[in-house]
């Protein structure tokens, strides 16, 4: 790596931005994270309530993940073992506007105590992350590495959404790379909410089907094991998509529908507080078949939307394999 000044650059400090990470600084490649958030985490995003005197979590991004591959079950063991990860539940409600229409069993669904960013800091305790720190451009010059802000680096990993990735780098490297556009990306709004006293039918959460206003609800209290009375829901992209600009105009709509489907006839009782929070860049469309990109120039991209299903484990997994790759080219 000589003439390089920094090593490898990993920008964003996400959960798959970490895993790359942490695979090159335990094989001594000299890096550099960068995070443009004032808490590392990206879409494993938590808030902190008052509830009943005490600190809940929210998580208000990804809301929980499930567990395959036998070297992410290696970590999440770790986690468990040190009480920062518990399984949830195997069984979630489906629900249509109307109300609840019944239950689906699928893998055993894990989720934090502390919310699901503890997670990816502890995966990242001992990186040096500069937070908040924005990227601007990422230029390729034949036969050189390529630059970050004009500065020389072995390898550029952006660990973000295809479209961000796409905004950093020449369009010829983007192209090649097959990154998505905007428009291939679903957004959403996270809408979360606490009353004085639980007024709902008892779920761990439900799949919304058939609603323009929520594709997902949550009972925030049970999934923390606390059983506070606050619900997290998603909006549906269809109504989240005019509303990025004015995301607090969403709770109205949630709140209504959360009446409708889980005391369908009955009063709500209004909530002591509710909350926003645009994700322009919800979830990916069309997925990549590869479990990440790394083009000839230097330049590897990682995340969720790299490989067959958008979820923790895949971002993890993209993240990591991406990293052994740099370490057996570099």
């Avoid at 990470?21 to 590392?40: K, S």
């Avoid at 909006?235 to 004015?246: E, K």
């Avoid at 009446?259 to 919800?282: Q, Y």
């Amino acid at each position: 790596m000589a003439g390089v000044s920094d090593g490898v650059v990993v920008v964003w400090a996400g959960i798959s931005g970490v895993a790359c990470a942490r695979v090159l600084r335990e094989a001594g490649v000299p890096l550099r994270v960068l995070d443009r958030g004032e808490r590392i985490g990206g879409r494993m995003a938590v808030r902190t309530e008052q509830v009943d005197g005490g600190d809940h979590p929210v998580d208000v991004g990804a809301q929980y993940f499930t567990v395959s591959d036998q070297r992410f079950a290696a970590v999440v063991e770790g986690w468990r073992s040190r009480g920062l990860a518990r399984p949830w539940t195997d069984t979630f409600h489906l629900a249509g506007p109307d109300g609840l229409l019944g239950t689906t069993t699928g893998p055993v669904r894990w989720t934090s105590p502390h919310g699901l960013r503890a997670l990816v800091e502890d995966l990242a305790a001992e990186l040096d992350v500069v937070h908040p720190a924005e990227a601007g451009e990422v230029a390729v010059h034949p036969g050189e590495r390529p630059t970050l802000d004009g500065r020389a680096a072995a390898a550029v990993v952006l660990a973000m959404p295809d479209p961000l990735a796409r905004a950093l780098l020449p369009a010829r490297v983007a192209d090649e790379l097959e990154l998505g556009e905007a428009g291939t990306w679903s957004p959403t709004i996270c809408v979360w909410a606490g009353w004085p006293e639980r007024w709902w039918r008892e779920i761990d959460a439900a799949f919304v089907r058939d609603s323009a206003v929520l594709t997902w609800i949550a009972d925030d209290g049970r999934r923390r094991g606390d059983l506070a009375a606050v619900l997290v829901g998603h909006v549906a992209a269809v109504t989240a998509a005019g509303r990025l600009d004015d995301p607090d105009s969403a709770a109205g709509p949630v709140l209504d529908e959360l009446g409708r489907i889980l005391a369908p006839g009955a009063a709500v009782p209004p909530p002591d507080w509710v909350r926003c929070h645009p994700w322009a860049l919800a979830s990916a469309l069309h997925l990549h078949e590869r479990p990440f990109g790394l083009h000839e120039a230097g330049i590897g991209v990682c995340g969720d939307a790299w490989g067959p299903r958008s979820r923790v484990e895949q971002a993890w997994l993209s993240g990591h394999l991406l990293g052994e790759e740099l370490v057996r080219t570099l």
